[in-house]
């Protein structure tokens, strides 16, 4: 998988003091692969991002670029076409570019918790997701979940203005989706992802209210330094069904590699040749 007989290139660009782990999960799975690309991490401060990213896209053999923070908003008004998942978190993190030169974004944190999901058997069509903590990644997950099919979602954020807005690009993106606000309370919601930092340690508070989670409830978490956080620890022991963070992570990376028109592969076969620890 070459262009013009060089190693294809995929930046990863973030600010200069951002840990980059992506190039320990990639790199592996290229080599093993037998896949001619590499990413690369990119630092870039704030102010110089906007000309260096249309930079990076005159090298002849750049493949597409993942995107951190704190670029991943101020991508979205660079591009010249976005998706509807895009257009509901805010945000980018994945840009490629077409035959004719325009450059396209997605965002892929929300279908990581999505893929992860669906591949443990939970049909996600006509069910009502709860999404505690409306921003990035919060957003994200809303996002996927309304384009997977979900009836309805609650958004909850302590910051009600931010939740309110994420309801209102919900709606406005998917008119038949029902989207509330203003509550926290698990009860009668067939999925509910924590999307905030809480419930991370033991004797932490917990980001909802666990005994009110049904046992049929499926339960997830976006934070990745715990495995078995806290919070889904209390779920697991009410006889939920649990998804952890890094799952989010590893579920992500074949959709960006089917985004870049590259060798895709399961979130199994990237644990076992990644170059982290969690």
């Known amino acids: 998988m070459t262009i013009n007989g060089h190693t294809e290139l995929i930046a990863h660009i973030g600010y200069p003091t951002h840990s980059f782990k992506s190039p320990m999960i990639y790199n592996p799975y290229f080599e093993r692969a037998g896949i001619n690309a590499v990413v690369v991490p990119m630092g870039c ?20 670029a993942l995107i951190t923070m704190p670029h991943k908003v ?7 076409e976005v998706t509807p998942t ?10 490629r570019r077409t035959a004719d030169g325009r450059l396209q974004g997605d965002m892929f944190d929300g279908a990581g918790f999505v893929r992860g999901v669906q591949r443990k058997g939970f049909n996600l069509k006509g069910q009502r997701a709860l999404v505690v903590g409306s921003g990035g990644v919060g957003s994200a ?8 099919g979900v009836a309805a979602i609650a958004v909850f954020d302590i910051h009600a203005k931010v939740a ?12 038949s989706l029902e989207a509330h606000t203003g509550s926290k309370d698990p009860a009668g919601f067939d999925l509910v992802i924590n999307a905030t930092p809480m419930g991370m340690n033991d004797g932490d508070p917990l980001p909802m209210d666990v005994s009110r989670l049904s ?3 499926f339960v997830g978490e976006v934070v990745m330094a715990t495995e078995m956080t806290a919070f889904l620890s209390a779920a697991r022991a009410k006889g939920c069904r649990v998804q952890i963070g890094t799952d989010m992570l590893f579920e992500q990376i074949p959709a960006y590699l089917e985004f870049f028109g590259l060798p ?12 982290l620890a969690y």
């Open 45 to 64: 401060q704030a102010e110089h991002y906007p000309a260096f990213l249309r930079a990076v896209f005159q090298l002849n053999n750049i493949r597409g």
């Open 264 to 275: 895709s592969t399961t979130a199994e076969d990237l644990r076992s040749v990644a170059q």
């Open 164 to 175: 309110d807005a994420l309801a209102q690009r919900l709606k406005q993106e998917y008119p």
């Open 141 to 148: 997950i809303a996002a996927s979940l309304a384009s997977a």
């Open 74 to 80: 101020v991508t979205v008004g660079l591009l010249d």
């Open 86 to 95: 895009v257009r509901v978190a805010g945000a980018c993190n994945a840009v």
């Open 215 to 217: 046992p049929d409830t």
